[in-house]
């Protein structure tokens, strides 16, 4: 065989294109994973901080309207363009115009930081999410990356931010690629994003952080009732989830008709809050709230602990304050599930696992994630519960999350069919609209 016919065979291997793509990813996404686990680290460590200090200094809370004056003004005055958040990285996905901003990424990181210290309730996988977007985005210019290489990058800027916050890698690259469309997964970016997520997770593990370990006791025996139990309880954490996320935007859109100077938004929501803390006499329903979610696996809570929860959350981002939704999802779920012992015969910390990632589930609309994150986080064994609540969830949560720029690509019904490709945003306008007219 000559030379001529040894380089036409070779040409016509698929498998050798494909090495040379896998070759210009790994040294892309180990440069995303590094970089953003090594700030999700810092950010993980800063979060501790701020929360030991502020349960040491109960007295800080009252500056809460001096926190989130500090945060409307810093983004006012140097964050309109990343002001989005999440949203951003799903609009700049779906329809590339330029690059994202990296002030978004120290903007997010400190507002969340000032949030946490001053006793706002909120989480961290926004943060999370943002940073690995804003930092992986800067690797589209750097490298010249064409428009669909840009929305593998910002794909993998996703995963590594959850991954590396969370400890859960597989979790991570499978929210980044489910997130984005409404019913579907992009499987062109599952080797980038899973990359992306282990190696942003290696280097967080590389600065000593740990992260919270949850544990169910007892998996319930696999039969058809308790199958059904599962699915009652998969419907309730999917209607928890639809509450949450409207009472989210039902807030952000009060404080943005009544309240017109974007600065004093989290000052008055600031104000409120601080008023209310101290008027209930608990810390328990600000803040991340691991503990509550730790005690919801084996001791009984209050039967409206994920009622507060859900108040205070939507209260604290609509209000303009910054973090993320999923930890707080992870206290509603769990919190509930802690209370669905008293008509639902599944062992208690089977119902907060089911909870905990089902909640998360139907607010954010990616139950294979959430089905996966269950796995990493409690075992296989109490996977087929945990998927059956997951899915059921996201059903029954309806055409509603807290991301309002998610596009549908899959409708959850036949209902919606004429929907496909619409966002979030649009329906719900729509259906305001329509009460508005009737």
């Known amino acids: 065989m000559n030379n001529k016919k040894i380089k036409q065979f070779l040409l016509s291997l698929e498998q050798i294109p494909t090495l040379l793509y896998l070759f210009k990813w790994i040294f892309i996404c180990l440069l995303i994973g590094s970089i953003v686990g090594s700030i999700s680290a810092f950010f993980l460590l800063s979060l501790d901080w701020a929360t030991n200090w502020r349960e040491a200094h109960l007295w800080i809370i009252w500056l809460l309207p001096i926190g989130g004056l500090i945060i409307g003004y810093s983004y006012y005055l140097y964050g309109d363009s990343v002001v989005k958040g999440n949203n951003l990285l799903l609009e700049e996905f779906h329809s590339p115009k330029k690059i994202i901003p990296f002030r978004m990424a120290p903007l997010v990181l400190f507002g969340?930081?000032?949030?946490?210290?001053?006793?706002?309730?909120?989480?961290?996988?926004?943060?999370?999410?943002?940073?690995?977007?804003?930092?992986?985005?800067?690797?589209?210019?750097?490298?010249?990356?064409?428009?669909?290489?840009?929305?593998?990058?910002?794909?993998?800027?996703?995963?590594?931010?959850?991954?590396?916050?969370?400890?859960?890698?597989?979790?991570?690259?499978?929210?980044?690629?489910?997130?984005?469309?409404?019913?579907?997964?992009?499987?062109?970016?599952?080797?980038?994003?899973?990359?992306?997520?282990?190696f942003a997770d290696y280097f967080c593990e590389i600065w000593n952080v740990n992260h919270t370990h949850y544990h169910i006791d007892t998996v319930a025996e696999m039969t058809p009732v308790n199958l059904l139990w599962t699915l009652l309880a998969g419907i309730i954490f999917g209607l928890v989830a639809m509450l949450f996320s409207k009472s989210t935007h039902?807030?952000?859109?009060?404080?943005?008709?009544?309240?017109?100077?974007?600065?004093?938004?989290?000052?008055?929501?600031?104000?409120?809050?601080?008023?209310?803390?101290?008027?209930?006499?608990?810390?328990?329903?600000?803040?991340?709230?691991?503990p509550t979610i730790v005690d919801a696996f084996n001791v009984n809570l209050n039967s409206y602990d994920f009622l507060l929860k859900i108040l205070f959350t939507?209260?604290?981002?609509?209000?303009?304050?910054?973090?993320?939704?999923?930890?707080?999802?992870?206290?509603?779920?769990?919190?509930?599930?802690?209370?669905?012992?008293?008509?639902?015969?599944l062992p208690m910390g089977l119902l907060a696992g089911m909870g905990f990632v089902a909640v998360f589930a139907g607010a954010?609309?990616?139950?294979?994630?959430?089905?996966?994150?269950?796995?990493?986080?409690?075992?296989?064994?109490?996977?087929?519960?945990?998927?059956?609540?997951?899915?059921?969830?996201?059903?029954?949560?309806g055409h509603s999350g807290v991301y309002s720029s998610q596009i549908i690509g899959s409708p959850k019904n036949a209902f919606?069919?004429?929907?496909?490709?619409?966002?979030?945003?649009?329906?719900?306008?729509?259906?305001?609209?329509?009460?508005?007219?009737?």
């Not at 984005?180 to 970016?189: E, K, P």
């Not at 509603?332 to 209370?339: D, E, S, Y």
């Not at 796995?375 to 996201?394: K, P, Q």
């Not at 919606?416 to 009737?438: A, F, P, Q, T």
Request: overall charge positive; charged content about 15%; proline content about 4%.
């Open 314 to 345: 939507s209260f604290t981002l609509g209000a303009g304050f910054k973090g993320g939704e999923v930890t707080p999802l992870f206290y509603i779920g769990a919190a509930l599930g802690n209370v669905l012992i008293w008509f639902i015969p």
């Open 364 to 397: 954010t609309n990616t139950p294979i994630a959430c089905t996966v994150m269950g796995i990493e986080l409690f075992g296989i064994e109490a996977g087929v519960f945990i998927a059956l609540a997951c899915s059921t969830a996201y059903l029954f949560s």
């Open 112 to 198: 969340t930081i000032v949030t946490h210290l001053f006793g706002g309730s909120a989480g961290r996988e926004g943060t999370a999410v943002q940073v690995g977007g804003a930092v992986a985005d800067r690797f589209t210019k750097l490298f010249k990356l064409s428009d669909s290489d840009r929305r593998i990058v910002l794909i993998a800027g996703i995963s590594a931010g959850f991954a590396s916050v969370f400890g859960t890698p597989l979790a991570g690259g499978i929210f980044a690629l489910e997130v984005l469309v409404l019913g579907r997964i992009r499987l062109g970016a599952i080797v980038p994003s899973f990359m992306a997520a282990v």
């Open 250 to 290: 039902f807030w952000s859109n009060l404080f943005k008709k009544h309240v017109k100077f974007p600065p004093l938004r989290p000052f008055i929501g600031g104000a409120i809050l601080a008023v209310s803390i101290y008027a209930i006499g608990t810390t328990k329903y600000i803040g991340l709230g691991i």
């Open 416 to 438: 919606y069919d004429k929907e496909k490709g619409v966002h979030l945003s649009d329906i719900e306008e729509g259906r305001k609209n329509n009460k508005d007219r009737n």
